[in-house]
């Protein structure tokens, strides 16, 4: 008996104007949003990226205050 288990990515546009799809645990994907901005840390092995943690920017979350 085998689990099938889904595969998350995220895409990010990194400093050097690149768009880059990272793969991330579900916890990751589901709290990300879109257009969201922060600090980004992942790995990079040959051409592919795994997102490591990502922490919004909170003065961007509150536009209004």
Not at 8 to 35: G, H, K, P
Not at 40 to 50: E, I, P
Request: net charge negative; no cysteine.
């Amino acid at each position: 008996n085998t689990k099938l288990g889904s595969s998350y990515y995220v895409s990010f546009v990194l400093d050097d104007s690149i768009r880059t799809n990272m793969q991330a645990t579900v916890q990751q994907y589901n709290t990300i949003r879109e257009n969201e901005s922060g600090l980004l840390t992942y790995k990079q092995y040959g051409d592919k990226f795994w997102l490591v943690d990502f922490k919004p920017d909170l003065q961007n979350q509150f536009p209004n205050q």
